[in-house]
């Protein structure tokens, strides 16, 4: 005998235990955003390089035309017309050797001396405690919120006092140690393990040993990426200069670079607009050369700087 299923009057075998209501649009998943695809992103990316690298590109190329030309006709080019007579006439009226020459000195030096000395008072402040640290690591953060001009008069009276002003000491020593480098290094350096520390004291490693063998390999991305910041902020720097160094014996590249106009004038008789611009692009050019060059070979190194801390893993 087979049993019978009971059901309720007026109901189907196979109606859903849920029944849908009527008029009710079927459930849809989450939206998706649009997200342009690499062949867009490579196109806005080219756009943007196109307007970065496109005034440069003129004022390389206007450098070699005549000068003329460049007043004339600045967006076109005649290849057949191209000379280096902006830059003879430039190196006859103005010494840019002298420019370059101070600018080497500050560089290496006052460079050498950020790159050293930053990365230990980070180091100090990172992985030490005494009395006092916080407050003297704040003292220094503030200086970051003072603007130039407020501290070029305090500087310039030091350096009158010690005797200094139109020295090679007083290019260099004021601001040596940056507050922004020491900012930096902290944050890289408070990331490195307490333990690895540990083990070296263990070992019987000095506490600057601990430095040079341990921290140092380990921040390298970071302080190169410090480095070329550190470059490209003494060899573009301006304003101290002008003021320290008012002797054109001690100027610097940039400071060269901004009388050139009047040196031309000044040299040469009846120079023109036309053969001031001329020289003006020309002296660009070559000063923007050597940046050029370091940003290229140090690019790499730059961009793992940059990261560097950022990123925990």
Same mark, same amino acid.
């Given at each position: ?97 002298? &420019? ?103 070992? &019987?490693? *000095? ?44 100027? *610097? ?12 004038? &000044? ?9 001031? *611009? &001329? ?35």
């Amino acid at each position: 005998m087979t049993a019978t299923e009971t059901r309720p009057v007026g109901s189907s075998p196979r109606s859903p235990r849920h029944p849908a209501t009527a008029g009710t649009a079927p459930a849809r998943g989450p939206r998706r955003r649009w997200a342009p695809g690499p062949l867009g992103t490579q196109a806005f990316l080219l756009v943007l390089a196109l307007a970065f690298l496109a005034p440069v590109v003129w004022a390389l190329v206007s450098a070699f035309k005549p000068a003329t030309q460049i007043v004339g006709d600045p967006l076109g080019l005649d290849p057949s017309s191209l000379t280096l007579e902006n830059f003879r006439r430039m190196f006859a009226d103005v010494p840019i050797g002298q &420019g370059f020459l101070n600018t080497a000195v500050v560089l290496v030096v006052k460079g050498s001396l950020t790159l050293f000395c930053a990365p230990l008072a980070a180091y100090a402040f990172a992985k030490y405690t005494f009395r006092g640290r916080d407050l003297l690591f704040g003292t220094v953060l503030i200086t970051l919120m003072l603007p130039t001009i407020v501290l070029i008069i305090p500087l310039l009276l030091e350096m009158k006092e010690l005797g200094w002003v139109n020295t090679y000491q007083a290019l260099i020593l004021p601001g040596a140690v940056d507050a922004f480098a020491i900012f930096w290094m902290r944050q890289v350096i408070a990331a490195v393990p307490d333990e690895l520390l540990d083990a070296a004291r263990v070992d &019987g490693c *000095t506490e600057f040993g601990i430095f040079w063998r341990i921290v140092l390999p380990v921040i390298r991305p970071a302080l190169a990426g410090l480095a070329v910041l550190t470059v490209m902020n003494i060899y573009n720097d301006f304003v101290w200069p002008v003021v320290a160094a008012s002797s054109s014996r001690m100027a *610097t590249l940039q400071v060269v670079l901004s009388t050139l106009a009047q040196n031309i004038t &000044g040299n040469r008789i009846g120079a023109d607009y036309a053969t001031v *611009t &001329g020289e003006l692009l020309a002296a660009a050019s070559i000063a923007l050369i050597p940046l050029l060059l370091v940003f290229i070979a140090l690019q790499k190194h730059f961009i793992n700087g940059i990261l560097a801390g950022s990123v925990k893993g």
